[in-house]
């Protein structure tokens, strides 16, 4: 099919969450955390096959992962993997990837998308990605895909939209923002959900190409000027060889700052289609527990020797060979067992590991992480 849109897949976060099973070397995005056969990067790329062609999937990455995205997804190119000398979040991320789409085609319109979500309903998936398409055949607008909350959680920022005197027909219908919020405690995620006004924030983006670069002209000068205006100093527009010297040069100036917080929070363009199509990050391991199979007693035993006596309520993540794991009397624990790391947590503390490997950085212990 002509005119195929283009797949923007972000694929160079470290998962400091789901640590100590995903690490810096090989981050989450390369395992196969769901027991699914593939690691999720292969998952998504799959997803999107069904929407695009390989040729118009663009991977961003961090450097050092090259020949890991390389093993995963062989269908894609060398050509369509875009490295990152170094991290500066997801905003310096979009304008990298989308001045490569300008460069080829300024009315693109382009998905921006995460490397490690799961989704349960692919059909349900490909009809809102389509519909934000469709959606920008006609229209400027910088689209996100909200997810209809299923319980009040506060691992997640939501989006509050406007819905009045309008059917929402989920999947399709595309509404005005309101407003964007962080991760709200316990009490407000309950306020949220009663009003039926607010969404989880997918972290899916749509938009066409010309239309990002003129949001970051508005709302991130230096980042647009460094990739778009300066284009050609480092992106051969004929061939599309990137200089990666100079590239390395632009990422040390850029600041660390999020497409949310730099483009969308602040956009007058910016419209939501209500989504469901069975979401899940897997930002946590409390993610996991909910979307694996669980016994009569509510644990989770992700490992060949894992035993449980009078316990409920577990998950135990055993990737170690050869060593048997017994749980006797426990309830609502997190057991992740490593090569060269154990980990016993309260499951509902899991939000706190970010903070736990930043401490055991800051105390020398980096060949653990």
């Known amino acids: 099919m002509a005119n195929q849109p283009y797949i923007v897949i972000m694929a160079g976060g470290l998962g400091s969450r789901f640590w100590p099973m995903s690490r810096q070397k090989r981050p989450k995005q390369f395992l196969d955390v769901l027991d699914c056969g593939q690691s999720m990067l292969a998952t998504t790329i799959e997803r999107f096959l069904s ?17 890991q995205v390389k093993e995963a997804c062989p269908m894609i190119g060398d050509g369509n993997i875009l490295l990152e000398p170094v991290r500066r979040n997801t905003a310096p991320c979009v304008a990298f990837a989308s001045a490569v789409i300008y460069a080829k085609d300024p009315k693109a319109r382009i998905v921006v998308a995460p490397s490690d979500h799961w989704v349960a309903d692919s059909k349900a998936f490909e009809t809102a990605i389509q519909s934000g398409i469709d959606h920008l055949e006609h229209a400027n607008d910088l689209i996100t895909l909200g997810i209809q909350p299923q319980n009040p959680n506060t691992g997640y920022g939501y989006i509050q939209y406007d819905s009045a005197d309008k059917e929402v027909h989920l999947n399709r219908s595309v509404f005005d923002v309101r407003a964007f919020t962080e991760k709200p405690d316990k009490e407000t995620a309950k306020r949220f959900l009663s009003t039926g006004e607010f969404l989880w924030n997918s972290g899916l983006f749509l938009w066409r190409a010309k239309d990002i670069k003129a949001a970051l002209a508005s709302h991130l000068s230096e980042v647009h000027d460094a ?76 490992g060949d020797l894992v035993k449980m006596y009078d316990s409920r309520d577990n998950l135990v993540v055993q990737t170690k060979k050869g060593k048997v794991v017994i749980l006797n ?20 503390r899991e939000q706190e590991f970010r903070q736990i490997v930043n401490d055991l950085k800051g105390e020398g212990l980096s060949k653990f992480l």
């Open 51 to 67: 929407i695009t062609v390989p040729k118009n999937i663009l991977i961003v990455t961090h450097a050092d992962y090259l020949q």
């Open 227 to 302: 990739f778009f205006k300066e284009i050609k100093s480092w992106l051969n527009v004929n061939t599309y060889a990137i200089n990666y010297g100079v590239l390395r040069r632009i990422y040390a100036q850029c600041a660390n700052i999020s497409i949310d917080y730099g483009i969308m929070e602040k956009a007058d363009n910016v419209r939501v289609i209500p989504s469901a199509f069975g979401w899940s990050d897997v930002g946590t391991w409390k993610s996991l527990y909910a979307l694996s199979e669980q016994d009569y007693m509510g644990n989770v035993a992700l």
């Open 329 to 348: 009397g426990l309830k609502k624990l997190l057991i992740v067992d490593t090569e060269d790391a154990l980990v016993v947590s309260k499951i509902d």
